[in-house]
């Protein structure tokens, strides 16, 4: 079993950053690709970026590439995603996720076989 949490999020204006943090447990984390999605009040959760299990290869939604980075640290097994020029459309509860294959990027919710509590993100305009 593999546990997730979230840190990070908080209320920012826009223009501002944040970064949020994974931490994950129960399996060595280089074997797991790792996801963050999101869900806004009234909306489906969706994908924001994913990154495989070594950490070469990254996916980004449209919506947010060139704004939001994905990483993770093996070492610390841990998982980042850093926010810039965040906008209020951005407001929602993040979630970090765990794929079981260790080289995947997917972005589909169901690729999903662990998931964190959330965290909430607010950018005010």
């Known amino acids: 079993q593999v546990q997730l949490v979230e840190s990070g999020g908080g209320l920012v204006q826009a223009g501002g950053s944040l970064r949020l943090s994974c931490a994950a447990s129960g399996r060595t984390f280089s074997t797991l690709s790792m996801g963050w999605f999101r869900q806004a009040p009234g909306k489906e959760r969706e994908f924001v970026a994913a990154?495989?299990?070594?950490?070469?290869?990254?996916s980004y939604a449209n919506s947010v590439k060139g704004r939001f980075t994905i990483s993770r640290d093996n070492a610390k097994s841990t998982q980042y995603l850093q926010m810039n020029s965040l906008i209020p459309e951005d407001t929602a509860v993040y979630y970090c996720?765990?794929?079981?294959?260790?080289?995947?990027?997917?972005?589909?919710?169901?690729?999903?076989?662990?998931w964190g509590q959330g965290t909430q993100v607010t950018v005010s305009s």
């Open positions: 996720a765990a794929d079981q294959r260790d080289n995947s990027y997917a972005s589909r919710r169901y690729d999903y076989t662990y």
């Open positions: 990154i495989n299990g070594r950490g070469g290869s990254t």
